[in-house]
């Protein structure tokens, strides 16, 4: 079968995981790229070679006969619209994550898809960490027996350059940090829980980065990490408008009773998703969740903190997210040339974004319980199927 031709939507930033799709044994090369700034269409030039077709306007990639798939990895408040567009022309998507900044959002998207009966993937990378497959194979073995509890604490130390100085600081773009990146987290305890959020509260808020200096918006944001931004404080050129919460913490009712907790903060010295599986026979947790990292199994009882009965070495790459990214990729491109099943689910990501919005609903809503709207059953029996009709 021939090569997928690929076009790129939002070539900069995140666009660059397509380029994995050159690595993949299934066959595809890169065709188009499509930014609003210059450079980022300049770099895809150099990175593809000067007879890639480049543009401003993205209607322009989904229209061209030349290009079979599209990557679409432009901010978050334009996922609905591109990918609506993309699917409608035809074109199977691979959309990066969170899928949409509101529930309705995301359900108007698997509706196209559903519709059009064309190929809808999401870019949740975390469904390829070593760390997380190492955890599911670990409970699915019932080695810690049934899981009744979950856990995760999510330390970002990249938060103050990556959120507060572009437009992920604003709610009217992002939404919350729950869905840019806790649709990852709460996602990864759906899968391993088995189950989707029944009900979930809220609490959170903004304290640290509307302290810091800000840029004047004539500014571009400048979202690059770097170690020398700290304490926190210490941040100059965050955005003017910033009404995002800094600070996030829900708790998850699960449709089969498993109870789960995420908390979330961006001001920490030090990253890192912490995992905890609490079982009817032990627990399991995370240290590290990509590259060098391992895995704590605690099945003996013993009045004491931090000695497993068991521990599991990982050894992922250091760069790619470990390894994950170009699993993925590699994983759309079969999906579209031929059928493969896939880890990760549109439908999942639609119950992580709905979670994500009503967490930060009820944490701004006086922490009020908020229930997750149920998706019509012919889209569940759609995307369960994988898209197979
Ligand atoms: N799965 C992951 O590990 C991961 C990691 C980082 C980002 N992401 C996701 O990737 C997406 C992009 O994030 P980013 O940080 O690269 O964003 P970004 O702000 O750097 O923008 C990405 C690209 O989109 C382009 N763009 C913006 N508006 C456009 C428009 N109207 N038309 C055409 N191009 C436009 C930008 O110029 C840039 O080239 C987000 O949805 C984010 O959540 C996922």
């Not at 401003?56 to 609905?80: C, G, K, N, W």
């Not at 572009?166 to 391993?192: C, F, P, T």
């Not at 880890?343 to 009503?358: E, F, H, I, K, Q």
Request: hydrophobic share 35%.
């Amino acid at each position: 079968m021939s090569n997928l031709r690929i076009g790129v939507i939002g070539c900069g930033g995140r666009g660059n995981v397509a380029g994995f799709a050159l690595q993949s044994k299934a066959g595809a090369r890169i065709v188009a790229g499509c930014s609003d700034y210059e450079p980022h269409l300049e770099a895809f030039k150099e990175k593809y070679g000067d007879d890639v077709y480049t543009c401003v306007d993205y209607q322009d990639i989904i229209s061209r006969d030349d290009v079979d798939a599209v990557f679409i990895t432009t901010p978050d408040f334009l996922h609905e619209e591109m990918a609506i567009a993309a699917l409608e022309a035809g074109k199977p998507v691979y959309l990066e994550k969170p899928l949409a900044i509101s529930i309705e959002g995301c359900d108007r998207i698997l509706k196209a898809a559903y519709k059009t009966k064309t190929k809808l993937f999401l870019g949740h990378n975390m469904r390829h960490f070593e760390s997380v497959l190492k955890m599911k194979e670990i409970i699915d073995s019932g080695q810690i027996g049934e899981i009744q509890a979950v856990w995760c604490r999510h330390f970002i130390d990249y938060g103050g350059d990556a959120y507060f100085k572009d437009w992920h600081s604003e709610k009217q773009y992002a939404n919350s940090l729950l869905l840019q990146k806790g649709a990852h987290d709460i996602d990864v305890i759906h899968w391993l829980a088995g189950s989707y959020t029944e009900r979930v509260v809220g609490m959170g808020k903004l304290s640290v980065y509307d302290q810091c200096a800000r840029r004047h918006e004539s500014e571009r944001g400048d979202a690059s990490f770097r170690d020398e931004n700290w304490p926190p404080l210490e941040q100059t050129k965050c955005s003017p408008k910033i009404d995002i919460e800094d600070h996030n913490m829900i708790m998850m009712q699960l449709r089969n009773g498993i109870q789960c907790s995420y908390l979330q903060c961006h001001y920490t010295p030090d990253t890192c998703r912490n995992y905890t599986f609490i079982g009817t026979k032990g627990r399991l947790e995370n240290i590290g969740d990509t590259g060098n990292s391992q895995i704590y199994v605690y099945t003996d009882r013993h009045s004491s903190f931090g000695t497993p009965n068991q521990i599991f070495q990982l050894f992922g790459q250091d760069q790619a997210h470990g390894g994950a990214d170009p699993n993925i990729v590699d994983e759309f491109i079969r999906f579209v040339k031929f059928n493969d099943l896939t880890n990760t689910s549109p439908l999942a990501a639609r119950n992580s974004v709905a979670t994500g919005v009503l967490g930060a609903a009820s944490l701004r809503e006086g922490n009020v319980p908020k229930v997750i709207p149920e998706l019509d059953p012919a889209l569940v029996d759609y995307f369960e199927n994988n898209q197979q009709w």
